[in-house]
Structure formats: C-alpha cells, structure tokens
C-alpha cells in the first residue's frame, strides 16, 4: 500500500490512533502510514474522512482529559527520603512535581486549543456573549477632613 494512497483501511488506521490520543506526528512516523500533510490534505479533500477524523480526535482529547486527573492523582515518587547522620527526612521531589505540572499544564493548554468552547478558558457565564453595559461609576462623600484642597485635580486625572 502506497504512503499517499486514499483506502478506507488506512484512514480508518489513521482515526484508530487518534482515538487513542496519538498525535499526528506520532501516526506519521510508523510504517505504511502517511506523512502528516497527505492526511491534512485527506481531511480537507473527503467530507467522510473529515467526519470520523473530527469524532477520533474528540474520542482522543476525551483520554488526554483523564490524563491530566491520572497525573494529578500520582503522587509516585512526590517524596523521597533523605538521610542526614541517623534522621530520615521525606522532602519533596520538586523534579517529579514540576514535570507533572508541565505535563498536566501542556494537556490543559492542547485541549484548550482544540476544543475552546468545551476546555477553553470560560470569560463572559452570564451574557450570552452579548455585549454588557458599563458597570456604573460609584462615588463616595469624603468626611471634610478627607477631601483634597479646592481646585486640586483627583489623582486619577493627574
């Protein structure tokens, strides 16, 4: 079977890994299948193949969402003990934890590319997405004693 060549097995092939989280560079790399671009063209070429691409990769981001709970939850290797004369210490591994939090940070920050509307960053809950009026300005009456000398401009013109 030619590298470039559209069957159905090989897209089939192709939505199979992504369903299982694989990336595109990953997919591209085993052998008898398509270079990256050829399945970008493919995508882009066959409404059918767009189809199941859009649900394997969603099928996909689905997993890479409970990869970051598994990382989470691991507290493997968080501690490591260390002894000093006759004590024992447990102090954090921090090259453990940070390279949990890059991995669970680089999951969260993928999916929200992939998926905005589902793992995106929620900004605007109550509108709609409708435009909101300006909140309105408050003011507050100073005691006397408070207040700036006449004619003198309030700091935030300044």
Known sequence: MSRTTYTPELTAAVC??????????????????????TILRWVAAHPEFRDQYVRAREVGDELLA??????????????????????????????????SKIRIEARKWLLSKR????????????????????APRTFQILPASQRPPEGALPAEAE
Do not use: C, F
């Open 16 to 37: 199979e890994h992504l369903a299982e989280g694989r990336s595109l560079r990953w997919i591209s790399e085993q052998e008898g299948m398509p270079n990256k671009a």
């Open 115 to 134: 998926q905005p509307k589902k793992y995106g960053d929620k900004l605007d809950l109550t509108s709609g997405g409708e435009k909101l009026p300006a």
């Open 66 to 99: 409970e990869e970051i709970l598994e990382i989470a939850d691991d507290g493997t290797n968080d501690y490591m003990t260390i002894t000093k004369g006759d004590k024992e210490y447990n102090v954090e591994n921090k090259e453990v934890t940070t390279r």
